[in-house]
């Protein structure tokens, strides 16, 4: 797996065929680049990082700017969609057809969070009794349908699809040392001489 | 249920009834979108909010023209 994501310049069938390099190449720069394991840890830990927080990866990466923008917009979206439909939007569960798995589901789970969310949800279904309530009681939580419910699994999903771009480029960084980026605006020139 | 909007909206626990003014959620994810999509694809972060902007704008117009034209299509065809 690792192997393919920094092959960068030749194809699988070349591999497969043996008449690829035995190494893969630096896609910048074109020479051979081995990976170590060193390497292929933290791009491990900086792939789990941005799946368990969106933009935690670049932040271990250094990339902290660029990282707290990240973060913010894809967690903005995902918290926007659970409060335009409650918890009740995600939900792994597909009614229509329980075979199938639900489609909305698998994008929702591309963040972390999504799935304790999806454990939150399940807890207050089961603690609902059925008994019909009195006038003076509210419901524990109320079920979004409608606009409502669509809206809140299209921001969850969407925030999560989102998260799949930053963890390809996190991936991208930290396999092929592609990390030549200007994080900070850069100085006047009387400050940097001075 | 007439019962339940006059009562406090408690956040995360019910929806936000949105049949009037759905369509306008569309500029915030446009921006997330223009946003995540610029965040990763730019070298210098300098350049991000005009490259935002620019970018949401683009989203925004060519959605419009292709409203437009789905309208057209249902009325005239």
Known sequence: MVFLFSSGGYRLADRLAGTAPVAPRNPISGHLRIMDRKTILTACYATLGAWLLPGLGHILLGQVRRGVILMSTILAVWVGGLLIGGVTVIDHRNHDNPRRPNLAFLGQALIAPSLVVNLVHHKLEAGATGRILPSNERLRYVPAHGRSREQGVLFTALAGLLNVLVIIDVMTITLTGHAHRIEEEPEAEGIVNS | ?77
Request: aromatic fraction near 10%; charged fraction near 10%; proline fraction near 6%.
């Open chain 2, 1 to 77: 249920m007439s019962t339940m909007h006059t009562l406090a909206y408690r956040p995360f626990l019910e929806p936000i009834p949105l049949e009037g003014f759905w369509l306008l959620l569309l500029v915030p994810l446009i921006l997330a979108v223009a946003i995540i999509y610029k965040s990763v694809k730019i070298e210098n972060m300098a350049l991000l909010p005009r490259q935002v902007v620019m970018m949401a704008a683009q989203i925004l117009a060519f959605m419009v023209m292709a409203a437009a034209a789905l309208w057209l299509v249902v009325e005239l065809v």
